[in-house]
């Protein structure tokens, strides 16, 4: 088991991170995040890629957002519409009692990000 000192995020790890300072519609304070860049990326660059997770029931009618349902039957919602690039080390980041997304979710994830941004292959 990694411990903090060595704990580095990775590509699909559900880590806690501060959002804040956030604006308007942004989401903020202390929330999941659903890691989308590699761990060497992330350790070079100190930064880390992702995607907010949250239970706001709001975002069940937004066509942008990937339902995680767990296995308590809790429902997460993966906001692909809000990308977040956030210094990791800095904001404190932590690892997530989740720990990874399922492969299928992740992908579903990165599959609506990659129709808002349309990025060529």
Partial sequence: MKTQATWLPDRRDVIWID????AGGEIGDVHPLLVLS?????ERTGLVIGLPMTHAERHADNPFAVIWRGTDNSSSYIVANQPKSF???ARRAK??????APARVFQEACEVLQQI????A
């Fill in 19 to 22: 959002f804040n300072p956030k």
């Fill in 38 to 42: 590699p761990a060497a990326f992330n």
């Fill in 87 to 89: 210094d990791w080390r």
């Fill in 95 to 100: 690892p997530h009692p989740c720990q990874r």
């Fill in 117 to 120: 941004l349309a990025l060529p």
